[in-house]
């Protein structure tokens, strides 16, 4: 029986986001999926596998409502779900950026990937890459900008400092589905930054497209399901680095410490050399997993609290240093 996945989202005004989490939950728990859907005020957010017949009726269903008759869904096939559950939730944001918006609708202009390849030549383009940092280590396109943020809550700050001074050249931005794109250019473009652009359907589109075939794209792509990495240019090589032996890789593996849980990039060879750890010290830890196996529910929950933890230390060091140059100023 044949699987598929399902990647969508939709900025449009919904009036009860309790009630269509509902509705969403029990449809697509009726139909046996699993993945994880974001209701909000703004939008939907989702991603879902299960079986092809599964999926086509849950994208005829969801279509049929009004607020998602022009839903476009992104599908890609697979031999079995890529998620361990279903979670239906209800949020302030789909994609949290932690900014309102006066004017969420006024995004930058879509290129489509024949219009993005051509646009990636400008000799003064900014391509900024607008997911996390461990996203971009394993690909990227050639030449795009390393993001300095652990979240996407923190791309506003880190996109003040990046753009100044940089705000006429033509600045293209791109992101896995397109969902944080749509979001960050109509922050810009409240922002007054003229020259904003995204790609239409982000990367997963871009590597379907035919005519483009994913020229451009270097190494994998990351995915937030159990595939992790996808392929979108056949022909691109490996750019991130195995951390024991820097041999080039586009494998992804979670420590089997489990006090630790560092996700890593780490080559086939060294991952049975060094006890599917990071660290010597990982190895010897006495909370161990077997490889590549999921955390617990707690421990899930405890690794969740110390990111977070983690996050607002950086964020509150951040400001400290800003206020602390003004100060020197």
């Known amino acids: 029986m044949g699987f598929q996945v399902l990647l969508f989202y939709k900025f449009v005004r919904l009036e009860n986001p309790a009630a269509i989490a509902d509705a969403q939950r029990e449809l697509a728990k009726g139909l046996g999926l699993r ?7 703004e939008g939907l957010n989702g991603t879902l596998s299960g079986t092809v017949e599964a999926t086509e ?3 005829e269903a969801t279509r049929n409502l009004p607020e998602f008759a022009d839903l476009v869904f992104k599908i890609d096939p697979a031999e079995d779900h890529v998620f361990p559950r279903l979670a239906v939730k209800v949020r302030d944001e789909i994609v949290t950026l932690g900014e309102p918006l006066e004017h969420p609708e ?3 202009p879509f290129l489509e990937p024949a219009e993005w390849r051509e646009m990636l030549k400008h000799p003064d383009a900014l391509i900024l890459d ?3 940092d461990y996203e971009y280590e394993i690909g990227h396109f050639e030449g795009a900008i390393r993001p300095d943020v652990q979240s996407f809550k923190e791309f506003p700050e880190w996109l003040d400092k990046t753009l100044e001074g940089r705000q006429d050249r033509p600045v293209l931005t ?7 794109c749509e979001k960050l250019t109509a922050y810009l473009a409240g922002k007054g930054v003229p020259n904003v652009f995204q790609l239409h359907g982000g990367i997963i589109a871009y590597g379907k497209d035919p005519e483009t075939r994913g020229a451009g794209w270097q190494g994998e ?9 996808v ?27 489990v006090d630790c849980n560092r996700m890593y990039v780490c080559c086939a060879a060294c991952e049975e050399v060094h006890a599917h750890s990071c660290s010597p010290e990982c190895e010897i830890a006495p909370r161990r997993r077997e490889p590549r196996t999921r955390l617990a529910p707690d421990l899930r929950s405890e690794r ?3 990111r977070r933890q983690a996050q607002r230390a950086n964020l509150r060091g951040k400001r400290r240093a800003k206020v602390e140059s003004k100060d020197a100023g």
Not at 35 to 41: D, P
Not at 174 to 180: F, L, N
């Open 106 to 108: 006024q995004t930058g």
């Open 221 to 229: 792509c990351f995915v937030f399901d159990d595939r992790v990495t």
């Open 304 to 306: 969740v609290r110390i």
């Open 231 to 257: 392929p979108i240019n056949p022909e691109a090589k490996p750019v991130a680095n195995c951390l024991h032996c820097a041999a080039p890789t586009s494998r992804y593996q979670n420590c089997a410490a």
């Open 35 to 41: 993945g994880r859907i974001l209701i909000a005020s």
């Open 174 to 180: 791109y992101c896995t589905g397109g969902i944080r």
């Open 130 to 132: 607008i997911r996390n």
């Open 57 to 59: 009726r849950y994208m």
